[in-house]
């Protein structure tokens, strides 16, 4: 069975506080997404990864930063963290490819106060 | 760019009823799409995907989407609906430039009564 885990389900932090989130695939998938769920915008790419220390921008990166060291992880983190980055992350991971399926971790729920 | 429209933002059926989720897009050549489903509380789910040829796709748990080019559309439909598909479903379009990146809609909030 394939498996997206992420470090946290829930998490509540400061502000300025420099928060990371991780994520962990099993599948030895290429590439990994990072999106950010809010309410009635649907999901939006922060940052996309296709390889080791490779990383791409995706839709709204201001305010975020990524690290793939290995290719089973990838973390997002938001270097001084702020009350607009509330939200629930969601990491995903794929293979390499079009119409490859994304498979989904379960979620972090982060208030910033 | 790329874009998806879900025109709902809730829909609520009774258990038993059919179901149709509506999903518009917007894109230059033949797009590959996809339909995800969140549960309370989870990740989200792939139900189906469609690349090209039948335009009619299966998908799990029940679920069917047909894809119509003349419309640019790919609703998502299902003929009896439980009250374990309460969710909150996505349509997405598959991003050009590689990398397998996806567009999301907004999302249809689907509520079940008994």
């Given at each position: 069975?394939?498996?997206?885990?992420?470090?946290?389900?829930?998490?509540?932090?400061?502000?300025?506080?420099?928060?990371?989130?991780?994520?962990?695939?099993?599948?030895?998938?290429?590439?990994?997404?990072?999106?950010?769920?809010?309410?009635?915008?649907?999901?939006?790419?922060?940052?996309?990864?296709?390889?080791?220390?490779?990383?791409?921008?995706?839709?709204?990166?201001?305010?975020?930063?990524?690290?793939?060291?290995?290719?089973?992880?990838?973390?997002?983190?938001?270097?001084?963290?702020?009350?607009?980055?509330?939200?629930?992350?969601?990491?995903?991971?794929?293979g390499q490819g079009p119409r490859?399926?994304?498979?989904?971790?379960?979620?972090?729920?982060?208030?910033?106060? | 760019?790329?874009?998806?429209?879900?025109?709902?933002?809730?829909?609520?059926?009774?258990?038993?009823?059919?179901?149709?989720?509506?999903?518009?897009?917007?894109?230059?050549?033949?797009?590959?799409?996809?339909?995800?489903?969140?549960?309370?509380?989870?990740?989200?789910?792939?139900?189906?995907?469609?690349?090209?040829?039948?335009?009619?796709?299966?998908?799990?748990?029940?679920?069917?989407?047909?894809?119509?080019?003349?419309?640019?559309?790919?609703?998502?439909?299902?003929?009896?609906?439980?009250?374990?598909?309460?969710?909150?479903?996505?349509?997405?379009v598959e991003t050009t430039g590689?990398?397998?990146?996806?567009?999301?809609?907004?999302?249809?909030?689907?509520?079940?009564?008994?």
């Amino acid at each position: 069975d394939v498996k997206v885990t992420q470090s946290s389900r829930y998490l509540v932090k400061r502000t300025g506080e420099k928060v990371f989130l991780e994520c962990v695939q099993d599948m030895d998938h290429e590439n990994m997404f990072w999106y950010r769920q809010d309410p009635g915008l649907g999901l939006r790419l922060i940052y996309f990864s296709y390889d080791v220390k490779m990383k791409e921008k995706g839709d709204i990166p201001e305010g975020y930063s990524v690290s793939r060291e290995k290719k089973e992880r990838f973390s997002l983190i938001l270097e001084s963290a702020s009350t607009n980055q509330t939200s629930m992350y969601l990491c995903a991971s794929s293979g390499q490819g079009p119409r490859e399926t994304q498979y989904f971790g379960p979620g972090t729920r982060l208030l910033v106060l | 760019a790329q874009s998806v429209t879900q025109p709902d933002i809730h829909i609520t059926v009774s258990e038993g009823a059919s179901l149709e989720l509506r999903c518009n897009y917007s894109y230059g050549a033949t797009p590959y799409l996809f339909w995800y489903v969140q549960s309370p509380g989870q990740g989200l789910q792939l139900l189906l995907k469609y690349f090209s040829g039948d335009t009619l796709v299966q998908g799990i748990k029940g679920f069917e989407a047909e894809f119509k080019r003349s419309q640019s559309s790919f609703n998502l439909r299902k003929p009896s609906v439980h009250w374990s598909d309460a969710a909150e479903y996505f349509c997405a379009v598959e991003t050009t430039g590689g990398g397998n990146k996806l567009t999301f809609g907004t999302g249809t909030q689907l509520k079940v009564e008994l």
